[in-house]
């Protein structure tokens, strides 16, 4: 029996573990917002499963182990098969208005993703059916199981990678099948033995084909299809993977000016997860690096002496170049990705000129907002790096992308570690209608009012042709400052966007637009008395983001709806515009598919013998298991802000809800639980139990057919105390 026990936790925690390193594939292969499905086809899957167990009982034989031991070893071969299935298939989201195919190939990469988690849940099922008595300790392997499974995945992902990460899942369920063979059929353990050392090889050396299809979108694809384009690096850990690439179409200056003539020195691209491609600059002793004086993020050190500065994201570590050059005394870097600092510092360290050694810099591997909690230090500058790729305001592919460094609590942050006359600097894209730099400012313009001063005192801004710089002063600028403000735009042919009692024949000189939107906007928005009214009638969503809601990205609307259908099929983004739709197209496809293949199945119990279900029993346990998640997902978002990545806020929850789950289902028996629901009637209920916990209840009656068990990636829920499956019944 305990050789059935541990199977089950070989194949929880194989199921977790896979379930996260979806979500780490999916980021790299589509974007991050396609990260969500993975949660989804765990859901599905376990449902489909347990809907299955109760519409066909001959899934339940007496020979318990040998139908484990299908179910496992099919589980085991189906992982890294659906794998290479959706990774080959050619599933575009940016054709999906346009070529009906995709809708297809869609559906299929979804569906057949589920199909481990439908294999995984007739394993954990099928004994919770049939070993009355042994739940408490079915449910507590497996929630034991899944937790191990949490760790397991952030381990694997840093050492083998997504891939790997899927073969190591694959070779956990082949464990499982060799204990259930052992001792049984020598023909399924040296079959069983066969699949172990084969997942042994690849995860020691993963073949070409496992590698992950990426995007042909992402800034990485673009860069290798240069003439010449070469990736010289890949490296994994738990919540990103980061490549290098030397590519002739890497070259990148966020808002260089157009006065500079100049050639820019050589420069690798650095990327995480494909994205958000940042330059390694050449910087050794010959190299020409005036284009550094060209950029808008050198104006604050015109107004601040021998600064004591913190760059937050410094990437490959441009900004730290115009630090250092313009003469800061002590720069601060908080990069979050320990990856990018080995990269940039240690790997081509001596390409980019030694910056991240000079004596002048600390480097510190942590998010901003931790570092800022846990010091006293005051800074005369605080940099926000532009460290993210240009996404047009209208994809809404990252709008619920959690970001804790742009929210009113950051901004709140950073005012209070400004000394008296420091700055805080933010560089964010431009955009049109105006976003990016509109919501930086108000978000500034948040934290200025909850410190008690007027904002319209303390802002300035600039445009280049593709981004804006917003400075907010600690104190009031002089008027010395905002001359070296217009002069050095003038010089550096820039557009003034709003400076205190700033005249509107100042603004759009240079990159001309029909009118001067972005004075308007900002002008419009400090001078608004109602801001939430602003924000209401405004086109786009740029309220200031809070901790509870860090969706920096999430600028949609449903007023502008008219406009995206109206654009459907019509432009190259996804459903006219708007990417956010794409995470209703995944909700509308996951109840389309659970309903096809859980709730209607389930119609056939009556034909079946069975009562089908009711109502009352449903509603019940569908609550309990939303409740569960209402917990789950808070928590895994809240941790975002302390752990710094979501993989690691996803690992660490849903190990401690697993494993003290587990605990509680192990203690169920010897605790008075009482009743959970009232037994209507002598009745016997056939009853759909959708849970994700393992809460179990005592009704005191008989179940006719086996339950049938909606599950979750939080291992499946079953009537326990009181039950008994009738000797005799079919599938006992």
Same mark, same amino acid.
């Given at each position: 029996?305990?050789?059935?026990?541990?199977?089950?936790?070989?194949?929880?925690?194989?199921?977790?573990?896979?379930?996260?390193?979806?979500? %780490?594939?999916?980021?790299?292969?589509?974007?991050?917002?396609?990260?969500?499905?993975?949660?989804?086809?765990?859901?599905?899957?376990?449902?489909?499963?347990?809907?299955?167990?109760?519409?066909?009982?001959?899934?339940?034989?007496?020979?318990?182990?040998?139908?484990?031991?299908?179910?496992?070893?099919?589980?085991?071969?189906?992982?890294?098969?659906?794998?290479?299935?959706?990774?080959?298939?050619?599933?575009?989201?940016?054709?999906?208005?346009?070529?009906?195919?995709?809708?297809?190939?869609?559906?299929?990469?979804?569906?057949?993703?589920?199909?481990?988690?439908?294999?995984?849940?007739?394993?954990?099922?099928?004994?919770?059916?049939?070993?009355?008595?042994?739940?408490?300790?079915?449910?507590?392997?497996?929630?034991?199981?899944?937790?191990?499974?949490?760790?397991?995945?952030?381990?694997?992902?840093?050492?083998?990678?997504?891939?790997?990460?899927?073969?190591?899942?694959?070779?956990?369920?082949?464990?499982?099948?060799?204990?259930?063979?052992?001792?049984?059929?020598?023909?399924?353990?040296?079959?069983?033995?066969?699949?172990?050392?084969?997942?042994?090889?690849?995860?020691? %050396?993963?073949?070409?084909?496992?590698?992950?299809?990426?995007?042909?979108?992402?800034?990485?694809?673009?860069?290798?299809?240069?003439?010449?384009?070469?990736?010289?690096?890949?490296?994994?850990?738990?919540?990103? %993977?980061?490549?290098?690439?030397?590519?002739?179409?890497?070259?990148?200056?966020?808002?260089?000016?157009?006065?500079?003539?100049?050639?820019?020195?050589?420069?690798?691209?650095?990327?995480?997860?494909?994205?958000?491609?940042?330059?390694?600059?050449?910087?050794?002793?010959?190299?020409?690096?005036?284009?550094?004086?060209?950029?808008?993020?050198?104006?604050?050190?015109?107004?601040?002496?021998?600064?004591?500065?913190?760059?937050?994201?410094?990437?490959?570590?441009?900004?730290?170049?115009?630090?250092?050059?313009?003469?800061?005394?002590?720069?601060?870097?908080?990069?979050?990705?320990?990856?990018?600092?080995?990269?940039?510092?240690?790997?081509?360290?001596?390409?980019?000129?030694?910056?991240?050694?000079?004596?002048?810099?600390?480097?510190?591997?942590?998010?901003?907002?931790?570092?800022?909690?846990?010091?006293?230090?005051?800074?005369?500058?605080?940099?926000?790096?532009?460290?993210?790729?240009?996404?047009?305001?209208?994809?809404?592919?990252?709008?619920?992308?959690?970001?804790?460094?742009?929210?009113?609590?950051?901004?709140?942050?950073?005012?209070?570690?400004?000394?008296?006359?420091?700055?805080?600097?933010?560089?964010?894209?431009?955009?049109?209608?105006?976003?990016?730099?509109?919501?930086?400012?108000?978000?500034?313009?948040?934290?200025?009012?909850?410190?008690?001063?007027?904002?319209?005192?303390?802002?300035?801004?600039?445009?280049?042709?593709?981004?804006?710089?917003?400075?907010?002063?600690?104190?009031?600028?002089?008027?010395?400052?905002?001359?070296?403000?217009?002069?050095?735009?003038?010089?550096?042919?820039?557009?003034?966007?709003?400076?205190?009692?700033?005249?509107?024949?100042?603004?759009?000189?240079?990159?001309?637009?029909?009118?001067?939107?972005?004075?308007?906007?900002?002008?419009?928005?400090?001078?608004?008395?109602?801001?939430?009214?602003?924000?209401?009638?405004?086109?786009?969503?740029?309220?200031?983001?809070?901790?509870?809601?860090?969706?920096?990205?999430?600028?949609?609307?449903?007023?502008?709806?008219?406009?995206?259908?109206?654009?459907?099929?019509?432009?190259?983004?996804?459903?006219?515009?708007?990417?956010?739709?794409?995470?209703?197209?995944?909700?509308?496809?996951?109840?389309?598919?659970?309903?096809?293949?859980?709730?209607?199945?389930?119609?056939?119990?009556?034909?079946?013998?069975?009562?089908?279900?009711?109502?009352?029993?449903?509603?019940?346990?569908?609550?309990?298991?939303?409740?569960?998640?209402?917990?789950?997902?808070?928590?895994?978002?809240?941790?975002?802000?302390?752990?710094?990545?979501?993989?690691?806020?996803?690992?660490?929850?849903?190990?401690?809800?697993?494993?003290?789950?587990?605990?509680?289902?192990?203690?169920?028996?010897?605790?008075?639980?009482?009743?959970?629901?009232?037994?209507?009637?002598?009745?016997?209920?056939?009853?759909?139990?959708?849970?994700?916990?393992?809460?179990?209840?005592?009704?005191?009656?008989?179940?006719?057919?086996?339950?049938?068990?909606?599950?979750?990636?939080?291992?499946?829920?079953?009537?326990?105390?009181?039950?008994?499956?009738?000797?005799?019944?079919?599938?006992?």
């Amino acid at each position: 029996m305990f050789s059935l026990y541990l199977a089950i936790s070989l194949i929880s925690a194989a199921t977790l573990t896979f379930e996260i390193a979806l979500t %780490r594939i999916f980021s790299v292969a589509q974007g991050y917002h396609f990260a969500f499905m993975a949660v989804s086809l765990a859901l599905l899957g376990f449902g489909a499963s347990g809907t299955a167990l109760a519409v066909f009982p001959k899934l339940l034989r007496r020979d318990l182990p040998s139908s484990l031991f299908t179910y496992s070893f099919l589980f085991s071969l189906s992982l890294p098969t659906c794998y290479l299935i959706s990774n080959y298939i050619p599933f575009d989201s940016y054709q999906i208005t346009w070529d009906r195919r995709q809708i297809l190939y869609l559906a299929i990469y979804y569906l057949s993703l589920a199909l481990p988690f439908f294999l995984a849940g007739l394993t954990i099922g099928a004994p919770l059916a049939l070993l009355v008595g042994q739940e408490s300790r079915i449910y507590f392997f497996n929630l034991a199981g899944s937790g191990l499974g949490c760790i397991v995945a952030l381990v694997s992902l840093s050492l083998a990678g997504g891939e790997g990460t899927v073969v190591l899942a694959s070779l956990g369920g082949a464990l499982a099948a060799l204990l259930l063979a052992y001792g049984r059929s020598p023909g399924r353990i040296a079959a069983s033995i066969a699949v172990v050392v084969v997942w042994l090889l690849i995860l020691l %050396r993963p073949p070409d084909y496992f590698t992950i299809k990426m995007s042909p979108y992402k800034p990485l694809s673009n860069s290798l299809r240069y003439k010449g384009a070469e990736l010289l690096l890949r490296r994994w850990n738990a919540f990103s %993977r980061v490549d290098v690439v030397k590519s002739p179409g890497v070259h990148a200056a966020p808002g260089l000016s157009p006065s500079y003539f100049g050639p820019l020195p050589t420069q690798l691209g650095i990327t995480t997860d494909g994205d958000n491609l940042r330059p390694l600059t050449s910087a050794a002793s010959n190299t020409d690096l005036r284009f550094l004086d060209y950029l808008p993020v050198s104006l604050p050190y015109l107004l601040l002496t021998e600064p004591r500065a913190l760059i937050i994201e410094p990437g490959g570590g441009v900004d730290l170049l115009v630090a250092l050059r313009k003469g800061a005394h002590k720069v601060v870097a908080v990069e979050a990705n320990p990856l990018i600092t080995y990269v940039a510092r240690d790997l081509y360290g001596d390409f980019a000129g030694g910056v991240f050694q000079d004596q002048r810099v600390t480097v510190v591997n942590e998010i901003g907002r931790s570092y800022l909690q846990r010091t006293d230090a005051q800074f005369d500058l605080i940099q926000l790096s532009l460290s993210d790729s240009f996404r047009p305001v209208t994809s809404g592919a990252y709008s619920l992308q959690e970001n804790y460094t742009y929210t009113q609590e950051a901004f709140t942050e950073y005012w209070e570690h400004l000394l008296p006359q420091g700055i805080l600097m933010v560089h964010r894209w431009l955009q049109m209608p105006p976003s990016e730099g509109l919501r930086a400012l108000a978000l500034a313009t948040t934290a200025l009012e909850r410190a008690g001063v007027d904002p319209g005192q303390h802002i300035a801004a600039l445009r280049s042709f593709s981004t804006m710089l917003l400075l907010v002063k600690r104190s009031q600028f002089t008027p010395q400052e905002i001359w070296n403000i217009r002069e050095f735009a003038s010089e550096k042919q820039l557009d003034l966007v709003y400076y205190p009692d700033m005249p509107i024949e100042e603004a759009n000189k240079i990159y001309l637009l029909e009118k001067p939107e972005y004075y308007l906007a900002c002008q419009d928005l400090l001078r608004a008395q109602d801001k939430a009214e602003f924000y209401r009638a405004y086109p786009f969503d740029v309220s200031p983001p809070s901790d509870d809601r860090p969706f920096f990205f999430h600028f949609f609307t449903w007023k502008q709806i008219p406009a995206i259908l109206e654009s459907l099929g019509k432009i190259w983004q996804p459903f006219g515009g708007s990417g956010y739709l794409v995470l209703w197209a995944f909700l509308i496809l996951a109840l389309l598919a659970s309903l096809v293949l859980i709730i209607l199945p389930l119609s056939f119990l009556r034909e079946m013998g069975g009562r089908g279900i009711r109502g009352r029993v449903f509603l019940y346990f569908f609550l309990l298991g939303l409740g569960y998640l209402f917990v789950e997902i808070p928590l895994i978002q809240r941790f975002i802000l302390f752990l710094g990545h979501p993989v690691y806020a996803l690992g660490t929850v849903l190990f401690a809800l697993l494993t003290f789950s587990g605990l509680g289902s192990l203690s169920s028996p010897r605790l008075p639980l009482g009743r959970g629901l009232p037994p209507s009637g002598s009745d016997d209920l056939s009853l759909p139990l959708s849970s994700a916990s393992s809460v179990q209840i005592a009704l005191g009656t008989k179940v006719r057919a086996p339950p049938s068990i909606f599950y979750s990636h939080l291992g499946p829920l079953r009537l326990s105390h009181g039950f008994a499956l009738p000797q005799g019944d079919s599938g006992n």
